[in-house]
């Protein structure tokens, strides 16, 4: 009994140190992440005092139109400038939502804007070719934002300052700008939502710093639910000649030298006819759809969805079909059908739904969970697609895998 007893009480020791470790870990964990990091960085063999305000390690969740910030201060007590970049890695995201802009300030100065909304989806280097000044101090501020309208973006990353970046690096940098610049503009039309070639004359889209860029972007939105990006540009040292741009990240191996023989093919028709032998259209004759955009798709077809669900009341064991247009009170423009299998224990919802410019279909909801804004589910609207499964209540019913369906009103489809 007595052995029982001590077993007992040894079991309860180990518990409680094992606890306490792991309450030490956390704690030092949180006390890492909060204090102030101050540290020596070596630079071409000179010596650069950097401070970490209240840390350079992030981990947060950051709920849409919120934002983290960092401060870095860094002091150049050298008798010689000191050139060096800013660096994010051990970079972990939950999506690619996440933006941020660089601040720099002088001492005793305020912050003015270096870099600003700048995507980021992997480790990367958030500003470069910069310079503190001998003996000066020189502060930054870096905001990071989410812009997921359904999800927090999840981060994890570190802070740092390194040796400068090489001019290929630069260039790739320069490019994911460019590409950012594209994206807000897309943004600002609602998105694509014509099926198509487009072609982007950059010069319509540099800022200051990619001044010496020239070439052009096809978008290939014969899918524009899925567009594509293939660049012909160059800054009078590198090139990407027919780069297929994918998940805004530049493979460094396919930077190459500049050719002239290449360039100087670089035109509105010559990068037409690459992909295209019919036509292609003027990015910048687009328009702005005030029904576009996938966002705006993604927020009425759940808006109808929801909708259905809290009007579902139905206890019998059959499979209805809503007309989306006439069963609930839908001030949307989405039009078609949710079908709702209420001969198992939890409804399931079918979905085919469309405004005209995007599309659902035969999505079963229940089994494979809500839809992403930017996945695949969310597909570019064509009437023989739709029409195939959707065109109306009997070719819904019959889609899904039932042989019998019933309206509201319990007549028979």
Do not use: W
């Not at 849409?64 to 910030?69: I, S, W």
């Not at 297929?244 to 100087?264: A, M, R, S, W, Y």
Request: net charge negative.
């Amino acid at each position: 009994m007595k052995k029982l007893i001590i077993l007992f009480i040894g079991i309860i020791v180990v518990f409680i140190l094992l606890s306490s470790f792991r309450f030490l870990e956390h704690d030092n964990k949180d006390n890492f992440q909060m204090k102030d990091i101050v540290e020596n960085v070596n630079i071409e063999g000179k010596n650069l005092t950097v401070k970490y305000n209240l840390g350079n390690m992030i981990d947060e969740e950051i709920p849409y139109g919120n934002k983290v910030t960092k401060f870095i201060d860094l002091t150049n007590e050298s008798d010689e400038d000191i050139s060096f970049a800013i660096r994010i890695s051990e970079v972990i995201l939950s999506d690619d939502h996440l933006t941020y802009s660089v601040f720099y300030s002088y001492e005793d100065g305020g912050y003015e804007c270096l870099d600003e909304k700048i995507s980021l989806v992997e480790d990367d280097n958030l500003a470069y070719n910069l310079v503190v000044a001998k003996k000066s101090s020189l502060s930054f501020k870096i905001e990071f934002y989410s812009n997921n309208q359904i999800n927090s973006t999840k981060f994890t990353g570190k802070l740092s300052i390194i040796s400068n970046l090489s001019e290929k690096d630069i260039y790739r940098k320069d490019i994911i700008m460019l590409q950012s610049n594209i994206l807000a503009n897309i943004k600002a039309l609602n998105g694509i939502n014509e099926k198509g070639y487009f072609v982007v004359d950059i010069e319509t889209l540099k800022t200051d710093r990619l001044a010496e860029f020239k070439g052009y972007v096809l978008i290939d939105a014969t899918d524009y639910s899925d567009l594509k990006y293939h660049y012909f540009v160059h800054n009078g040292q590198y090139m990407l000649n027919n780069y297929n741009l994918i998940d805004n990240n530049v493979n460094k191996t396919k930077i190459q030298d500049i050719d002239e023989n290449i360039i100087n093919k670089f035109s509105f028709d010559y990068v037409c006819s690459t992909y295209n032998k019919k036509i292609c259209f003027n990015f910048s004759n687009l328009s702005f759809n005030p029904n576009g955009g996938k966002e705006n798709f993604y927020k009425s077809s759940m808006e109808v969805i929801n909708s259905v669900k809290e009007n579902f009341k139905n206890k019998e064991k059959s499979v209805f079909i809503y007309d989306v247009t006439k069963d609930i009170d839908n001030k949307t423009n989405v039009r078609g059908y949710i079908l709702v299998n209420n001969t198992v224990d939890n409804p399931e919802y079918f979905i085919y739904l469309t405004n005209d410019l995007y599309m659902v279909t035969g999505y079963n909801l229940t089994k494979l969970g809500d839809y992403a804004v930017d996945g695949n589910t969310i597909r570019s609207y064509a009437s023989s697609s739709f029409n195939l499964s959707s065109e109306n209540i009997s070719k819904v019913c019959s889609f899904s895998g039932f042989s019998e369906c019933l309206t509201l009103t319990g007549e028979k489809v």
